[in-house]
Antibody
Framework: EVQLVESGGGLVQPGGSLRLSCAAS????????LTWVRQAAGKGLEWVAN????????YYVDSVKGRFTISRDNAKNSLYLQMNSLRVEDTALYYC???????????????????WGQGTTVTVS | DFVMTQSPDSLAVSLGARATINCKSS????????????LTWYQQKPGQPPKLLIY???TRESGVPDRFSGSGSGTDFTLTISSLQAEDVAVYYC?????????FGQGTKVEIK
């Protein structure tokens, strides 16, 4: 079964740090871009960061640049999100998700996220 | 950043009736090299992660019922549920996959009237 399982959430004070993990199974982890998406309670979805298959490219939403670091360990089938200098507004349910796409003559085109974990809750207070 | 704006924020539709959700992007998400619109729709039911419904604006993900359809191009898109079922009660999000950050719309809550 294709699966993503997040862990590492918890309660942290403003200014503190937390490291989220996402364990993958059931697919070839190293073949996919991976993404972190967050959702504050009762609010919408916010794309946070993503990382290329080999870790050579990483992108972040402006609000977390310089504070969060996305990384992966393909040998361990794991994705991470190191969160430093946490703010109250970072409080949310954090999902990891697998990007899906296709290849053609012009390159690889990702078009969505087809596998999601259940999320891990981060509370900054 | 691309701003995605959905309308309405919520709607109540009778069982069996049509539900229509709009999504407008602040910039075109049409990729010229392959003529595809990088606009994706998700469904999120309470207590669950989002589920990929439609990509490239109009292509249904495998297993998605054909009562769900997407249309539009450039900056204006629509998700239509042709005959609302009880299990379709959810929040629906559009997302642009054209560029980073891959922004979402604010969501549209669909309920039964």
């Amino acid at each position: 079964e294709v699966q993503l399982v997040e862990s590492g959430g918890g309660l942290v004070q403003p200014g503190g740090s937390l490291r989220l993990s996402c364990a993958a199974s059931g697919f070839t982890f190293s073949s996919y871009w991976l993404t972190w998406v967050r959702q504050a309670a009762g609010k919408g979805l916010e794309w946070v960061a993503n990382i290329k298959q080999d870790g050579s490219e990483k992108y972040y939403v402006d609000s977390v640049k310089g504070r969060f670091t996305i990384s992966r360990d393909n040998a361990k089938n794991s994705l991470y999100l190191q969160m430093n200098s946490l703010r109250v507004e970072d409080t949310a349910l954090y999902y990891c998700a697998r990007d899906v796409g296709y290849s053609d003559s012009s390159g690889f085109h990702r078009y969505g996220m087809d596998v999601w974990g259940q999320g891990t809750t981060v509370t900054v207070s | 950043d691309f701003v995605m704006t959905q309308s309405p924020d919520s709607l109540a539709v009778s069982l069996g009736a049509r539900a229509t959700i709009n999504c407008k992007s602040s910039q075109s998400v049409l990729y010229s090299s392959n003529n595809k619109n990088y606009l994706t729709w998700y469904q999120q039911k309470p207590g669950q992660p989002p589920k990929l419904l439609i990509y490239w604006a109009s292509t249904r993900e495998s297993g998605v019922p054909d009562r769900f359809s997407g249309s539009g191009s450039g900056t204006d898109f629509t998700l239509t549920i042709s005959s609302l079922q009880a299990e379709d009660v959810a929040v629906y999000y559009c997302q642009q996959y054209y560029t980073t950050p891959k922004t979402f719309g604010q969501g549209t809550k669909v309920e039964i009237k």
